[in-house]
C-alpha cells in the first residue's frame, strides 16, 4: 500500500492557506481602484565593483497593483482562507471557482515573491 494514501492532496493545504500583509511593506498611495506598496528590495548577488558603480542599488521599491492586485490585497486581512479568496473572486468576476483559483494563486504567488504578501498555514483540523 502507498504511504500517501492517508495524506491529504497538496492543493487541499494550499487552499486553507491564509495570506497576509508583509507587515514590512508600507502602503505608499491608495484609491478605490489601485494600491502602491512599498517593500525592501533584496540586494542581488552580482553587487560588487565594476557593475554596482553603474547600476544603482535601490534598497525600496514600489508595486503597483491594478485593480484585481488591489481587490487581492484587501482580501489578504489575516482572516480569508485561499478557498474564501477563490469564492470572492468567483462571485464578484463571474468565474468559476477553478477559473477564480487559477487567476488568484497566480496573482499570490507574485505578490508572495516580490515581498507584499506572505502566507501562513491552518492547521487541517480548523474550519470556517
Known amino acids: 500500500m502507498n504511504g500517501n494514501a492517508n495524506r491529504e492532496p497538496e492543493w487541499r493545504s494550499m487552499l486553507r492557506a491564509v495570506p497576509v500583509k508583509n507587515t514590512a511593506a508600507k502602503v505608499v498611495s491608495e484609491s478605490d481602484e489601485a494600491v502602491s506598496v512599498q517593500v525592501r528590495n533584496r540586494k542581488p548577488g552580482y553587487r560588487f565593483p565594476p557593475i554596482s558603480w553603474f547600476v544603482p542599488f535601490k534598497p525600496t521599491i514600489t508595486i503597483e497593483l491594478d ?3 488591489t481587490r ?3 482580501c489578504c486581512d489575516g ?4 478557498e474564501k479568496i477563490c469564492d470572492i473572486f468567483s462571485e464578484e468576476y463571474g468565474l468559476s471557482f477553478h477559473e477564480a483559483k487559477t487567476a ?5 504567488g507574485k505578490l508572495i515573491q516580490r515581498g507584499v504578501l506572505a502566507i501562513t498555514m491552518q492547521d487541517g483540523n ?3
Open 104 to 108: 488568484v494563486t497566480d496573482y499570490l
Open 67 to 69: 485593480a484585481l492586485g
Open 79 to 82: 482572516r480569508n482562507n485561499v
Open 72 to 74: 487581492l490585497w484587501r
Open 126 to 128: 480548523e474550519r470556517d
